[in-house]
């Protein structure tokens, strides 16, 4: 029996169990060292947005059903009332649930029991008062440091050790985060008068969020414009008291909440950020959360980016390939995603202070023309897991997936296997998510898929042999060496292919072997925007270069105007846009198949 791949995981918060939970889900043997002698017994409570529930529910179905039954998941309808210090309503923004995945308030110590109970039931070990204070990479493991003097060895090392991260230190070596400007003072109360229902109330220099958690118990923080240091030296109690001074005059039953907080349950917390990192890995140590990249709660994504890392790590280091380059790829995924947040959250934060008569007009300006609190939260929520292959049915038994490794790469037993193109540098764009959903469509017809966007493909400086040093480059071309069929999919703002696609393609001419190009692959083409005359000539655009690298057989094309919500989900008449996406994947698929059983596909003549 092959030895299980052994993974230390520095650190047991939310983004440590997460990926402890999902790898060892996944066959993996797990340690999780945490320095605190308990696990979730501080903090308030947090908000898991869509994308944060939609990674939970990738890591293990049980571990999103646990969320949804321990948070507060919105009723349809449910609002999220924005209001100024006086109480008077800016907005009331729709929290309702959508349409795969809620938002969900919860108690920070309840999602921590939550995880660590899903990670010791799936397998993994967890040491408390333990400190990884560093590593040694050496060849074929990774010698870890403990405070008390003692070594272990595993194949890898996840540093989920926070935005203090010791793993961090020792990879990068680049000091302490940043202080943005406010503090934070959180809590909890029970029996309110504002009921079991979210708000934020703004005022100069402070705004507070409220979200209900169960239990007749609302979480509230409130972020406060000072100086570093003041308030946490303030400690608990001190720090409410000084908060209820700073509320003097605003609505009564705001302040009625914070005075009705037990001070035990009171943290303060100087906020603080990191530019993003230029790299997340050394070998066989990654990054991950915190520790790779510590963001403001302004767009409440720390949690939700913790739990999206833990996904797609737990997948990368499941799979067949090597720990650096699984560890490499997953940096590559994780990286520009994460970054953009990190400074969306930081220009939200500085927003939200209305530190100053300006900043506090345009604030509530903003608030009360849209509706919502936050600027542009759609792309950040909107993330989805990559789909997983599904076992293939033959005569009505299940075929498991079977991933195998061939002179052609990686490859999934009994199915064809689809690479789809996003032609869009921006994560979560329109292009990215019609992509997803050609990939789940390819899914649903048997095949396996692998979508590769713009922000990971992204190398203008490409030249060949760039693959024998970079990983990415080398898992992008293992991908096109090992597709059946290619979908390229493009935005049509650039009026032909943009020049990331071209980049992407420009690949194909490292690929080498005995056939070159992608001579053989049925290739299909997404136009998507609602130009008519830019959709006409990026689907030119994009046939001529399915032409030029020798696909077949004719390049399917079709244009389209968005990402459709979901693949036959409501099992009624598909939407014009779903329809033809449809007919595309099934033709790309059924083409792709035929060159998985016979490597000579026959003539079959031009597909319309």
């Known amino acids: 029996m092959a030895r299980k791949r052994s993974v230390v995981v520095a650190g047991g918060g939310i983004g440590g169990l997460a990926v402890a939970a999902g790898m060892a889900a996944r066959g993996l043997d797990v340690i999780v060292l945490e320095r605190a002698e308990r696990i979730g017994t501080g903090g308030s409570g947090l908000v898991l947005q869509p994308n944060g529930v939609r990674a939970a529910d990738a890591l293990d179905a049980r571990i999103g059903a ?16 924005l209001m100024d210090a006086t109480g008077r309503v800016l907005a009331e923004e ?19 029991r939550a995880l660590l109970d899903e990670a010791l039931t799936a397998g993994a070990s967890v040491v408390l008062a333990a400190t990884v204070t ?13 405070s008390d003097g003692s070594v272990t060895e595993c194949d890898a090392l996840v540093g989920a050790d926070g935005i203090h991260s010791a793993v961090r230190a020792r990879m990068l070596g680049d000091g302490p985060p940043q202080y943005r400007g406010y503090t934070s003072v959180r809590g909890r109360t029970t029996g309110s008068a504002l009921g079991q229902r979210g708000h934020v109330v703004n005022g100069r220099g402070i705004q507070l969020f409220i979200a209900p958690v169960g239990d007749d118990t ?4 409130a972020r406060i414009t000072a100086p570093p240091g003041v ?13 209820l001074n700073a509320l003097e005059g605003w609505y009564a039953p705001v ?4 005075r009705a907080a037990d001070a035990a349950d009171v943290v303060v917390t100087d906020i603080h950020d990191r530019d993003p990192a230029a790299r997340w890995v050394d070998g066989r140590v990654v990054l991950l959360g915190d520790a790779a990249h510590p963001m403001v709660p302004a767009l409440a994504q720390g949690a939700n980016l913790a739990l999206e890392d833990a996904a797609v790590l737990a997948e990368a280091l499941a799979s067949p390939a090597e720990v650096p380059d699984a560890l490499a790829l997953y940096a590559r995924e994780r990286m520009a995603r994460a970054a953009a947040v990190v400074l969306a959250s930081r220009r939200q934060g500085d927003l939200d202070q209305g530190a100053d008569r300006a900043t506090e007009h345009e604030r509530d300006a903003h608030i009360a023309s849209t509706g919502r609190k936050d600027v542009g939260l759609d792309d950040v929520v909107g993330w989805r897991p990559r789909p997983r292959p599904r076992p293939r049915e033959r005569n009505g038994t299940t075929t498991p997936t079977t991933t195998v490794l061939t002179k052609k790469g990686a490859t999934v037993t009994g199915a064809p296997h689809i690479v789809l193109i996003s032609g869009s540098l921006r994560p979560g764009s329109t292009c990215d998510r019609v992509a997803e959903w050609c990939a789940r469509a390819c899914v649903e017809r048997g095949a396996s898929a692998r979508v590769f966007t713009g922000s990971e493909i992204d ?36 009026a032909t292919v943009s020049g990331l696609l071209k980049n992407a393609l420009d690949y194909v001419n490292d690929i080498g072997g005995p056939v070159p190009y992608l001579q053989g692959r049925a290739i299909g083409t997404v136009a998507v925007g609602s130009a ?21 057989p004719t390049p399917v094309g079709v244009a389209v105007s968005r990402a459709p919500e979901a693949s036959g989900a409501d099992g009624g008449e598909p939407a014009p846009d779903a329809a033809r996406l449809a007919e595309m994947v099934s033709q790309v698929v059924w083409l792709g198949g035929a060159r998985a059983e016979d490597a000579a596909p026959p003539v079959l003549g031009a597909v319309a």
């Open 218 to 221: 609302l979480y509230w923080t």
């Open 134 to 146: 560093g590593y040694t990479v050496r060849a074929g493991h990774v010698a870890v440091g403990l």
């Open 231 to 243: 308030w946490p030296a303030k400690g608990p109690a001190g720090a409410r008291l000084a908060l």
């Open 459 to 494: 190398f203008p400086a490409y030249r060949p042999g760039l693959a024998d040093t970079h990983a990415a480059v080398a898992g992008f071309l293992a991908g096109l060496r090992a597709a059946d069929g290619v979908i390229l999919v493009s935005p049509t703002y650039h």
């Open 255 to 258: 302040v009625d909440l914070v």
């Open 94 to 112: 729709p929290v309702g649930a959508a349409a795969d995945a809620p938002q969900v308030p919860v108690l920070r110590s309840v999602l921590h």
């Open 532 to 552: 008519a005359q830019g959709a006409a000539s990026t689907l030119t655009t994009l046939r001529t270069i399915g032409h030029a690298l020798r696909g077949w």
């Open 66 to 81: 646990r969320i949804r039954a321990v948070g507060h998941v919105p009723r349809p309808g449910e609002v999220r009332v």
